[in-house]
């Protein structure tokens, strides 16, 4: 069982549900987020090694799988669900890089991926260089499609494109 730790600071009292459902390995270096005032946390893709479980120790050292979706955590309703990734990961998924939940656009607000690097899914990796993912797209999940009853083919994801030129010497970038 994997379980997701919680402390109560009003009441002073831990508590613990069962996240195995959604999350079977204990995945790690993969962005988060957390949107407090909705009650959720978010975990994208990320990665599972060796030390993630036993089940995992035979990938031995220096190998790391990377995971699709992006773990959605209700820490009111103490439930975990897994939102697919591959509308803007593809057959990839990402590692490290960042997520940054913005408040005030759309109904919930969205959250904003980016950057880190990007391996096949369930392909073991042990290679030194990192596949960079390039900033000229950006993922944007908009985080009202969770509770849409109808659900789109991308889930809720959109790529939004970030290309621009640097002006030489002014210190910013022109769109």
Same mark, same amino acid.
């Given at each position: 069982?994997?379980?997701l730790w919680s402390y109560?600071?009003?009441?002073?009292? !831990? =508590? &613990? *549900?069962? %996240?195995?459902?959604?999350? #079977? *390995?204990?995945?790690?270096?993969?962005?988060?987020? $957390?949107?407090? $005032?909705?009650?959720?946390?978010?975990?994208?893709?990320?990665?599972?090694?060796?030390?993630?479980?036993? $089940? %995992?120790?035979? /990938? +031995?050292?220096?190998?790391? /799988?990377?995971?699709?979706?992006?773990?959605?955590?209700?820490? @009111?309703?103490?439930? #975990?669900?897994?939102?697919? #990734?591959?509308?803007?990961?593809?057959?990839?998924?990402?590692?490290?890089?960042? /997520?940054?939940?913005?408040? +005030?656009? +759309?109904?919930?607000?969205?959250?904003?991926?980016?950057?880190?690097?990007?391996?096949? /899914?369930?392909?073991?990796?042990?290679?030194?260089? =990192?596949?960079?993912?390039?900033?000229?797209?950006? @993922?944007?999940?908009?985080?009202?499609?969770?509770?849409? #009853?109808?659900?789109?083919?991308?889930?809720? !994801? *959109?790529?939004?494109?970030? %290309?621009?030129? *640097?002006? %030489?010497?002014?210190? &910013?970038?022109?769109?």
């Amino acid at each position: 069982m994997y379980s997701l730790w919680s402390y109560d600071t009003n009441t002073q009292i !831990w =508590d &613990h *549900y069962d %996240t195995s459902s959604e999350t #079977t *390995y204990r995945p790690s270096s993969g962005p988060y987020a $957390e949107a407090s $005032e909705l009650g959720l946390g978010f975990y994208f893709n990320g990665a599972i090694d060796s030390g993630s479980a036993p $089940e %995992t120790q035979s /990938l +031995g050292d220096g190998v790391n /799988l990377f995971l699709e979706g992006m773990i959605v955590v209700d820490t @009111a309703a103490k439930t #975990t669900r897994n939102v697919s #990734t591959s509308a803007v990961t593809g057959t990839n998924a990402r590692n490290r890089g960042g /997520l940054q939940y913005v408040p +005030g656009i +759309g109904e919930k607000g969205i959250l904003v991926a980016f950057g880190g690097a990007e391996k096949p /899914l369930g392909k073991p990796d042990n290679v030194e260089a =990192d596949d960079w993912v390039t900033l000229d797209q950006i @993922a944007v999940f908009d985080i009202n499609s969770l509770f849409a #009853t109808n659900d789109s083919d991308t889930g809720g !994801w *959109y790529l939004q494109n970030a %290309t621009g030129a *640097y002006i %030489t010497g002014s210190g &910013h970038r022109s769109y």
